[in-house]
């Protein structure tokens, strides 16, 4: 059996680990991997065809706790303990709650002291007993008249609710708390740059937090401005980005075989790599010969993706050039987002005009993906990964093709 501190507004945890309020949906998931002995049959719950209305949800059904992830920023908002038999609990270092000791309004105020009394809920038949980032909710069963104020002697807690805030109903997922960081980089957004023709690169917001541990008492989180362009060189992305978690080399070009080239079937002497950032969603390709970046992948990670999980989620948002009917021939701005729908995404930029390419993934131990099919679409120098409820999976940007000679498109010295 689990046994946990519990830390209004802040956390549950142990000496070994902890699931943080806004800590990142995939840390959650390391810890139960990393402890898959102890901590047995976790749920993943989420909504396939609407995965934007509800919560992301861990259910630790062998313990009792349910993990509430933010559906749109994938940070942790809200734990419920809701089996309270399944765990023992901790406050300040002493039991409220285990084998021994009954979660019962009497032991709750002695740990936690009474601030004002219980919110009864007639639809629910529940007492909630509420304190800043806690909430406790009592079960009255087995009372014909339920009091106004006061929760009966004896009643027991039913479920516990750790948050931010005052409110259960109204609170949010908090920032990421600096011992998430670990080393990495964040993006907090990212925005595609772009001329007439179609994208020229990204300028990332980038979130950063003292490195070593030494140095966490004081430490801060930092935000930074970096862009990166089509045609940048290795030393460029390095420079500005920091190494990358994974260095990837294409086996195989699959889109080969659309190419206009007779020689498609010749294997090439080296292969394109990609720089994997993973906690920035974002991939970036170079080519094997000029070394200069010929493509950036951006990844959404919605849950029900093949690819779910692997990266962070990407917030972009991309600049689209419409060009109106009519009298000089307006062009009018609208706005791209990691959240936008494919049928959206048409009604905009009007149908491809080329049947998708089906994109079947699956892992080379089992040849099933169990998820089902994507389809691609290339619209305006962009290809829109599509998943079956109508959400962008992930977007590719190319970039026309530019020597080395050539300038940057914009004096970047501010990013450097």
């Given at each position: 059996m689990l046994d946990l501190e519990v830390v209004p507004e802040r956390s549950l945890g142990n000496e070994q680990?902890?699931?943080?309020?806004?800590?990142?949906?995939?840390?959650?998931?390391?810890?139960l991997q990393k402890h898959c002995r102890i901590i047995k049959n976790v749920q993943v719950l989420y909504s396939e065809q609407t995965p934007l209305s509800h919560d992301?949800?861990?259910?630790?059904?062998?313990?009792?706790i349910k993990l509430l992830f933010d559906a749109t920023n994938q940070r942790l908002k809200v734990i419920e303990v809701y089996d309270l038999s399944k765990v023992k609990l901790k406050y300040c270092g002493v039991h409220f709650n285990s084998q021994a000791i009954a979660p019962t309004i009497e032991q709750i105020d002695q740990s936690f002291g009474a601030t004002h009394p219980g919110v009864y809920n007639a639809a629910e038949q529940l007492f909630h007993l509420n304190?800043?980032?806690?909430?406790?909710?009592?079960?009255?069963?087995?009372?014909?008249?339920?009091?106004?104020?006061?929760i009966p002697h004896g009643a027991m807690v039913k479920r516990m609710h750790i948050y931010t805030g005052n409110n259960l109903q109204e609170t949010r997922a908090?920032?990421?708390?600096?011992?998430?960081?670990?080393?990495?980089?964040?993006?907090?957004?990212?925005d595609v740059l772009r001329d007439r023709a179609g994208p020229l690169g990204l300028k990332l917001r980038l979130l950063t937090a003292g490195c070593g541990l030494s140095v966490m008492a004081d430490a801060k989180v930092r935000s930074l401005e970096r862009s990166i362009f089509f045609g940048d060189s290795c030393q460029d992305v390095l420079g500005a980005l920091g190494s990358p978690h994974k260095v990837f080399y294409k086996s195989e070009d699959k889109m080969k075989i659309h190419s206009p080239s007779p020689h498609k079937q010749v294997p090439s002497k080296c292969n394109d790599y990609f720089f994997n950032y993973f906690t920035l969603g974002v991939d970036i390709l170079f080519d094997s010969t000029t070394h200069l970046v010929k493509k950036f992948v951006l990844h959404t990670n919605y849950p029900g993706h093949y690819n779910f999980n692997i990266y962070h989620r990407?917030?972009?948002?991309?600049?689209?050039?419409?060009?109106?009917?009519?009298?000089?021939?307006?062009?009018?701005?609208?706005?791209?987002?990691t959240?936008?729908?494919?049928?959206?995404?048409q009604e905009l930029l009007g149908h491809p005009m080329e049947k998708p390419v089906v994109l079947h993934r699956s892992s080379s131990a089992n040849n099933t993906n169990p998820f089902g099919s994507t389809f691609c679409f290339g619209?305006?120098?962009?290809?829109?990964?599509?998943m079956q409820n109508n959400h962008i999976a992930s977007v590719t940007l190319y970039g026309a093709p530019r020597t080395t000679s050539q300038a940057r498109p914009e004096s970047s010295s501010s990013s450097h």
């Open positions: 680990w902890e699931f943080a309020l806004g800590m990142p949906f995939s840390q959650a998931i390391s810890i992301l949800i861990l259910n630790l059904t062998q313990d009792g304190f800043r980032g806690l909430s406790f909710s009592f079960q009255l069963d087995s009372w014909n008249e339920a009091p106004k104020y006061e908090p920032t990421m708390p600096l011992a998430c960081f670990l080393g990495n980089i964040y993006a907090e957004c990212v990407c917030d972009f948002k991309i600049p689209l050039v419409i060009k109106k009917e009519g009298a000089d021939s307006q062009t009018e701005d609208c706005i791209l987002t959240y936008s729908k494919w049928d959206q995404i619209l305006q120098r962009m290809i829109f990964e599509v």
